[in-house]
Nanobody, 126 residues
Framework: VQLQASGGGLVQAGDSLTLSCLVS????????VGWFRQAPGKQREFVAA????????YYADSVKGRFTISKDFAKNTVYLQMNNLKPEDTAVYYC????????????????????WGQGTQVTVSS
């Protein structure tokens, strides 16, 4: 499994940004995908996740209503659309994938995922 995250950058508060996670080497529809982030000096935290089928998605309370995760089966890519960005959203964002995940609790836990991308930096200035 290979995951390639991209789309990070430097934006101002209130701006939007879309992250992409290209998943290759596997049957895309077999894998749940999650986005996590890690700010300097903090632990990696859950941001959003989407089921294998793409029919259900889950969000951290801190991003609910601002971020949207989606799956494009034609492009084997998962997107994280981030709107109304805040300085506290500044972090390195990682995508992760796993074919075993079924319950929501597992999808929210970083240690449930066996496969990780390299991370992309998002910086939001105030």
């Amino acid at each position: 499994v290979q995951l390639q995250a991209s789309g990070g950058g430097l934006v101002q508060a209130g701006d939007s940004l879309t992250l992409s996670c290209l998943v290759s080497g596997v049957i895309f529809s077999d894998y749940a995908v999650g986005w996590f982030r890690q700010a300097p000096g903090k632990q990696r935290e859950f941001v959003a996740a989407i089921r294998r089928s793409g029919t259900n998605s889950y969000y951290a309370d801190s991003v609910k209503g601002r971020f949207t995760i989606s799956k494009d089966f034609a492009k084997n890519t998962v997107y994280l659309q981030m709107n109304n960005l805040k300085p506290e959203d500044t972090a390195v964002y990682y995508c992760a994938a796993d074919h075993r995940l079924v319950n929501v609790g597992a999808m929210r836990a970083a240690n449930s995922y066996a496969n990780w991308g390299q991370g992309t930096q998002v910086t939001v200035s105030s």
